[in-house]
């Protein structure tokens, strides 16, 4: 796809003093949803950003949204429409011309952001320099999703961590599927720099190169950065509804409308999918792949020690197939086939070795169980009256319990503070297998008697210290460490009674 084909839009250097942050809002036929997106934008806890809804909608929706904008009566709004329909990539890439701030994040219509976001994210920028802020999303399934079974869940992270994170070496984990490619700085969970913006411009001309544009952010700037900032507390609520096109492609198995409409913008704007991956989104690992080899073809094409193991994808891929029937697979597996066809190596390991895993389940949202699992709080939203991500988010910052004050980052979550338990745990019994190592030898040789004594006297001391540590960590690992406040507001709400229908 060729630069000219995408909206320039107008370009920040028009504006002489930025805002510190831009929230851009694409938006296509989904006005329903929007109007509560911009409300949690418009209830922040800080005043100098700026809202820019990228309005991609038909005719009619795109009045609705002109309407929602203007009762919204806001300086800080500006509505961008389009003149014709927009690939989601051309339409965020329009956002990001239009960004005058300093750091720039993507908002879904049918997210939310948390009232502190912007406030906390200030500090962090200004106390570290960081110039990309990435951090771990609530989820909020509206009624209205459509996926059986998926209706009205709220999923809230418990975490208070910051941590820096190599963004070279977690790529490395990505694409070795030892972690998701949320850990990293995608612009749709992260506040981005102006500066790593432009340095991707520099490099290719735009920032959105593929289908996904999320996904591909995520490798884009997660190499630029270098190192980025991993925040464990919600920042947003990831909102997912009937028109998401992250449901119509990842959890329907029969192609829908939006899932079409999304395919039909890609493929009039030139968005296809590369070569080495299959033709099939609903497979999980294709988004991964076709979003890291065109990062990698754009920005760090000599990068050797970022590779793409083909096999390791191919498995991936085998083992996400979700069709039952025998010739349905079969012709996923055909797809699968094609996009391995320039290896003859592995063509020989597909036809001879390949493994046939049995029918992978639909992404799903829906946790085992209800409740609190030591990091996560996951509860049904409608039992609480949540209609809509407006109320969610209030709901959700209501439980993490931020108020004005600033974050507090130093209560762990249960599942590090169960890992310091086991690590103490090993190094106690470690030195008192030594102590009973050090009296047999002891016995065996009188001469040396003295200095046994000596070594279990300092084995014994630290068995003592190691065992307080250890109480220490038990101490840690304790619901006692989590603010009672918060779970005096958990367990109340867990304890009150579902409204009637």
Known sequence: MSEAQIPSGAHSASSTVRPRFSVVVPTRNRPETLRHALATCLEQDFEDYEIIVCDNSDPVAAAEVAAIVKAANSPRI???????????????????????????????????LMPYALRELDRLASRTGAKAIRWQRGIYTWPTIGVE???????????????????????????????????????????????????????????????????????????????????SVPMNLAGLSHASNGVATLMNEKKTAVASDFSTLNE????????????????????????????????????????????????????????????????????????????????????????????????????PRFGFDGSTLSLDAAAFDIQNVSDAVRFAASLVGVGTDEVSFDVPALIEMRALVWSEQEKLARAEREVVQVRREATRDAANVVEANAQVQALQEECTQLAHQLNEARHAASLRYVPRRVLRKVFGLLRKPPTAA
């Open 78 to 112: 500006r509505h961008v429409p389009s003149d014709r329909p927009l690939a989601m990539s051309a339409n965020w890439e329009r956002g990001l011309n239009e960004a005058q701030g300093e750091y720039v994040t993507v908002l879904g219509d049918d997210d939310g």
């Open 149 to 231: 079974g998926e209706a009205n869940l709220l999923i809230v992270p418990f975490f208070r961590a910051v941590t820096e994170i190599d963004g070279r070496a977690q790529i490395g984990k990505v694409m070795r599927f030892e972690a998701g490619t949320d850990s990293l700085p995608m612009i749709y969970s992260s506040a981005i720099h102006r500066d790593l913006i432009e340095q991707h411009r520099a490099a290719v001309g735009r920032v959105f190169l593929n289908i996904y544009p999320d996904i591909y952010s995520a490798f884009g700037f997660g190499y630029l950065a270098g190192t980025y900032l991993s925040v």
């Open 268 to 367: 009039a704007f030139g968005y296809v999918h590369h070569p080495r991956v299959p033709d099939k989104m609903i497979l999980g690992p294709v988004h991964i792949a076709d979003s890291f080899l065109h990062a990698k073809e754009a920005l760090f094409p000599h990068d050797d020690a970022l590779v793409f193991d083909r096999k390791l994808f191919t498995e991936r891929c085998l083992g996400a197939i979700p069709d039952t029937d025998p010739e349905d697979r079969e012709r996923v597996r055909q797809v699968i086939r094609a996009s391995i066809a320039d290896s003859p190596e592995l063509l020989e390991w597909f036809d001879h070795e390949a493994p046939s895993f049995p029918p992978a389940p639909l992404h799903t949202f829906r946790p």
